[in-house]
Structure formats: C-alpha cells, structure tokens
C-alpha cells in the first residue's frame, strides 16, 4: 500500500475543476479542506465574514470562498490580505465592477499593490512587471479574477460579453517601483502615508507601450505619450473618465531631472491628448452619433469642428504611477471609463 497518487489518479483530481467550471482555462491546484482553513487562517478573519455580494450574480464573497479560489489560483497564505482588499475595493460605486464584468469592452480589474507589503510578499514591481516570471504578482491577480468570474459568475459567453477580452483576464497584478521613483507612490498621493500597504484597483486594457529612446527632452517624450492616449478607438475621447500613465523608471527620472512634477505631466498630457471634433465624430463608440450622446466638458464647443477635445475633463484624471525596470519604456492604460479606488491593506 502507498500514499502516493498514481498518474491516472493524479490526472483525475485535476480534472474535476474543469470539469465543475472552476478554472480559467489552466489549471488549478484542488481546494482541499486543509488547505483552505490555512487560507482563512492567515487572512485573520472568520472564514464566514461576508467580504463582497460580487456582480452580476451577486455571489457571496466570504472570506472562505475567496480563500478556495486563492487555493486553486496557486497563492501562497501570506497572500490573503492582498486579494480580500482588492475584492474589497473593486465593489466602490465608482468602480462599477458589474458593468464591467458583463461588458463587450476589454477592461479587466488590474492589481496594483504599494507599500512595504510588495517586498514582504516578493511581488515584482520591475523588470517585466506585466509579465511572467512572478508567483506573487500571477496568483494574486489569478485569484482575483478567479473569484469574480466564480463567485460573481462573470463567465465567458454567458454574462461575460466582452468581444475579445485580453491576457489580464487570467491575471492582472504589479507592484509600484517606490525604490526606483523619483515621485511620491500613489498612496501616498491618495492620502495614506508610505509606511501603509495598500492596493489599488482599476479597470484597464493591456498595456500600451511607449518607445521613446531618442532624447531626454520631456516635450518630446510627452508628445509622443499623448499621441498615443488620444487615439479614436479609446473610450476616453467620447466619455473622458479616467486613464493610468504608468512610466519606466528611466522616463520618469529624465522627467524629474528636468524639474517636472507629477501635476507638470498631468497638465501637459491633459493639454496635448486631445483630437479636433471633426475626427471624433467620425469614429470610435458613437461616430455621428457622437453629438446626440454628448459626453464632452461644456467647454467644448460642438458647433466648431476644429474643438479639441481632450481625452479627460480635468488633468487630474491622468493617473501616474512608476513601475517596471531599465529601458526607455512606459505605458498608457486606457480604463473602461470608471474610477480607480486605492485602500489600505487593513
């Protein structure tokens, strides 16, 4: 007699989440009961405190239920706090995660996580931070969205009508470069102080690189960051809302180096990220129809088609945040159209 699962044996306990509707396609470690009570044990909670009612089944997110799909997203225990604050956060009105959820858009929830707790966990917030690499930074933002699509029965092609989705939908997790930053952390712009873990939540495509090698010069790096933010195909030049920057390290030390603020950036990307109304109104969400829905600031005037129209109502809806590593690259997260939230881990 043995212990050890034989290979057919071993290759039926990982069909069973398949087969349940569990997973998201790959596969998942099973949620056994020794496990998940060690989940809940280190989220220091009861394992029935009702975090969240998620959209748009209105799943009941205890700290159990979130404590198996963090099981079988492969997380580590210590992970608990992070993925119950972000579940936390995503249900803000302002988040609008049930509209999200049941979009024909491609805007998933991103994980973004500040404060001493990226280093405690060995969440990356450098090279390669939206890619693979990292336990801390994959499971995390797969439990996340385990939970929502199992919990709040977001699934592919029955509530869940985006057309084409993105990789995030499978994970969606970085750290803040605090180390590398010339600049105060969101957070810490948000009101918590530096010392305070903290996670922010927002709903974004992928990334939308930035390749600006040539200079130091931040008028033409920024440019080419608001040619890239104002493209027709955004939901932001129609409905504004708001819309992350995020800067590599190099971009954002050239900028401070140069005597530039986070408000100097916000302003000039406010002031450039804009297209005439002639081309809004022949594309994008509403084309001609662009008049009669009449998202845009009054002060655009919709009578002159040479108006340009920004791609946020005020500059302080451009989001800035520094993360990744070396190399001259950053990136534009254009949102759903809805707010980020950012809250301590408690």
Same mark, same amino acid.
């Given at each position: 007699?043995?212990?050890?699962?034989?290979?057919?044996?071993?290759?039926?306990?990982?069909?069973?989440?398949?087969?349940?509707?569990?997973?998201?396609?790959?596969?998942?470690?099973?949620?056994?009961?020794?496990?998940?009570?060690?989940?809940? $044990?280190?989220?220091? *909670?009861?394992?029935? @405190?009702?975090?969240?009612?998620?959209?748009?089944?209105?799943?009941?997110?205890?700290?159990?239920?979130?404590?198996?799909?963090?099981?079988?997203?492969?997380?580590?225990?210590?992970?608990?706090?992070?993925?119950?604050?972000?579940? *936390?956060?995503?249900?803000?009105?302002?988040?609008?995660?049930?509209?999200?959820?049941? /979009?024909?858009?491609?805007?998933?929830?991103?994980?973004?996580?500040?404060?001493?707790?990226?280093?405690?966990?060995?969440?990356?917030?450098?090279?390669?931070?939206?890619?693979?690499?990292?336990?801390?930074?994959?499971?995390?933002?797969? %439990?996340?969205?385990?939970?929502?699509?199992?919990?709040?029965?977001?699934?592919?092609?029955?509530?869940?009508? /985006?057309?084409?989705?993105?990789?995030?939908?499978?994970?969606?997790?970085?750290?803040?470069? @605090?180390?590398?930053?010339?600049?105060?952390?969101?957070?810490?712009?948000?009101?918590?102080?530096?010392?305070?873990?903290?996670?922010?939540?927002?709903?974004? @495509?992928?990334?939308?690189?930035?390749?600006?090698?040539?200079?130091?010069?931040?008028?033409?790096?920024?440019?080419?960051? $608001?040619?890239?933010?104002?493209?027709?195909?955004?939901?932001?030049?129609?409905?504004?809302?708001?819309?992350?920057?995020?800067?590599?390290? @190099?971009?954002?030390?050239?900028?401070?180096?140069?005597?530039?603020? &986070?408000?100097?950036?916000?302003?000039?990307?406010?002031?450039?990220?804009?297209?005439?109304?002639?081309?809004?109104?022949?594309?994008?969400?509403?084309?001609?129809?662009?008049?009669?829905?009449?998202?845009?600031?009054?002060?655009?005037?919709?009578?002159?088609?040479? %108006?340009?129209?920004?791609?946020? *109502?005020?500059? /302080?809806?451009?989001?800035?945040?520094? /993360?990744?590593?070396?190399? &001259?690259?950053?990136?534009?997260?254009?949102?759903?159209?809805?707010?980020?939230?950012?809250?301590?881990?408690?």
């Amino acid at each position: 007699m043995t212990n050890e699962l034989s290979s057919q044996a071993l290759r039926e306990l990982f069909e069973v989440p398949f087969a349940a509707g569990w997973t998201d396609g790959l596969p998942v470690i099973p949620p056994t009961r020794d496990l998940v009570d060690e989940f809940v $044990a280190a989220s220091g *909670r009861a394992a029935d @405190e009702l975090i969240a009612e998620i959209p748009p089944l209105y799943g009941a997110a205890t700290i159990e239920k979130i404590a198996v799909n963090a099981v079988m997203a492969g997380c580590l225990p210590e992970y608990m706090p992070v993925i119950v604050t972000a579940l *936390r956060l995503v249900m803000q009105d302002t988040f609008s995660v049930g509209g999200m959820q049941c /979009s024909t858009h491609m805007s998933t929830p991103l994980v973004i996580v500040h404060g001493p707790i990226r280093n405690e966990l060995g969440i990356n917030s450098g090279a390669n931070v939206f890619g693979q690499g990292n336990r801390a930074n994959a499971t995390i933002g797969r %439990a996340v969205h385990l939970a929502l699509v199992n919990i709040g029965g977001s699934f592919p092609g029955e509530a869940d009508k /985006s057309t084409l989705g993105h990789p995030g939908k499978y994970t969606y997790c970085i750290g803040e470069n @605090e180390e590398d930053s010339p600049f105060t952390p969101l957070h810490v712009d948000r009101g918590l102080t530096a010392e305070t873990s903290a996670v922010t939540v927002y709903g974004c @495509e992928g990334p939308h690189n930035i390749n600006h090698q040539a200079s130091r010069d931040p008028f033409a790096f920024l440019t080419c960051m $608001a040619d890239v933010m104002a493209n027709l195909g955004s939901n932001h030049i129609y409905i504004q809302g708001e819309s992350f920057v995020v800067l590599g390290p @190099e971009h954002a030390n050239d900028l401070a180096d140069c005597g530039w603020k &986070k408000p100097d950036i916000q302003q000039y990307l406010f002031e450039h990220a804009r297209r005439p109304l002639r081309d809004v109104k022949r594309g994008g969400i509403y084309g001609p129809e662009t008049e009669r829905y009449n998202f845009f600031p009054r002060w655009i005037d919709q009578s002159d088609d040479d %108006a340009m129209v920004p791609v946020a *109502r005020r500059a /302080s809806d451009i989001t800035i945040i520094v /993360s990744g590593g070396s190399g &001259k690259h950053s990136a534009y997260l254009p949102g759903w159209g809805t707010r980020s939230v950012t809250g301590a881990i408690l």
